[in-house]
DNA sequence: GCCAGACTGTGCTCTGGAGCACAGCCCGGC
DNA sequence: GCCGGGCTGTGCTCCAGAGCACAGTCTGGC
């Protein structure tokens, strides 16, 4: 069954069943509890992850210590392949938002293997596409939203990850504070949280200890735009 | 001499003389005048382009109509790869900033390209890698720094570019109007313009038409960070 | 089950920067 | 060489959102 979770990664989505059991062997696993840190920013370190089961949160820190997230990963997403290609100390801090299980591959393991193999190579060129047009988009949003669309924005990605619909709306248990919440989207978390208790005021939502129920996808969408 | 701009390019650094040759004569060439757009953002595409000579911006616009650049590009870089790993329209719309040349070259060729040449797929990956590692900076610019800081930086980055260094300083022909400078930046041009003739004030630059001449690289950069 | 520390909710103040208005200015086309 | 449209420079107003202060609440460890 662990093997489910990583047959989902875009990594190994290319691969036949032999070729992913086989990889599978070269990769080790490791855990993580709440709030621990797997690297930091600017540590040295070439391996690639892939959670298994859990969140993660990417940060980075500026000079007078203000965070700011990248992203929270979750199950089958893949992290720290930039230090891969781009090589250089580690660019972000991943830190464990719930406790975590991962795999990680070795750069020199993940070349190898990448040899003779375009269709890895090209599952791989999809992945970076992809997380760039997304860091693109967020630039975008900082620079055209104004913080509650940010906000809602950010739960609906949340909610589209890690959101089981129910009977009464999308219950989204992100496991974030607030405060993680407002580094996510770049505000304050007051801000923040008077953003969240207007939607819960309009009835748009249903606020819960690092969960939310979405009650009006409709709504959330059209203020997220 | 064509080649030799090309041959700077990323896609081509890992191939040897004949490969480039070859790959070459599968491109075609084209040109734009200052102000002509070369696509649009939406529209369908899947060419990759490489700019020859001149300088393209890359941006979107917003809903009700606000402009943001995210990035410019001069000779040897490249763009569009996004609609091609990650298909879909055009995440964003290229428009030439001075008189350019380019030369393009299709998914297909492309892709039939990077069968068999791990090197050029490295390639590609640690390019699509750098501009994510970019991406991300420009988030936590945002997220972090005034627009003076952000506009030092970016004035900084175009003189790393395309600046040339003479007795009295870095001269920066960046050919923006502070318009498009306000829009690279995310920031309204009246404030870019203020914080422009602040620098100017204390002696660290000197304002000319679409162009600047860095006078104290090592406070420009302090207030950058 | 109780307590401390972490999280959440909310009012109040203050400021960076947007947006408007308008005044030079410069450059390119007739 | 003159006129017009696009740039640039600068003051003024106003507001979104940061940051502070503090109260209320939840939670997990003993």
Redesign the interface.
């Known amino acids: 069954m662990d093997n489910d979770v990583l047959r989902q990664a875009p990594l190994f989505s290319a691969l036949d069943d032999e070729a992913a059991t086989a990889l599978r062997t070269s990769m080790s696993d490791g855990r993580l509890r709440r709030g621990e840190a797997l690297f930091h920013e600017g540590d040295e370190g070439d391996k690639l992850y892939i959670v298994k089961d859990g969140k993660v949160k990417l940060g980075?820190t500026?000079?007078d210590g203000?965070e700011?997230l990248?992203a929270i990963l979750g199950p089958g997403q893949m992290f720290g392949?930039?230090s891969?290609?781009?090589p250089g100390p580690r660019?972000?801090t991943v830190t464990a938002v719930t406790d975590t299980t991962y795999s990680s591959l070795s750069h020199e393991d993940l070349?190898r293997w990448?040899?003779?193999r375009?269709a890895v190579?090209?599952g791989?060129?999809?992945q970076?596409?992809?997380?760039?047009?997304r860091?693109?988009d967020?630039?975008?949003d900082?620079?055209?939203s104004d913080v509650p669309g940010r906000v809602a924005k950010a739960l609906l990605d949340l909610a589209d990850r890690f959101g089981r619909t129910a009977d009464d709306g999308v219950h989204v248990h992100h496991d974030l504070t607030q405060e993680e919440l407002a580094q996510l989207v770049?505000a304050s978390r007051e801000t923040v949280n008077k953003a969240l208790a207007d939607f819960a005021s309009r009835g748009w939502l249903r606020l819960e200890p690092r969960s939310v129920v979405i009650l009006d996808l409709e709504r959330m969408s059209r203020r997220a735009?």
């Not at 970076?128 to 047009?133: I, T």
């Open positions: 980075r500026s000079s203000r700011n990248l392949e930039l891969l290609f781009d660019s972000a070349l990448l040899e003779g375009p190579a090209r791989l060129l999809t970076l596409a992809g997380r760039l047009r860091a693109n967020v630039v975008a900082l620079v055209f770049g735009r």
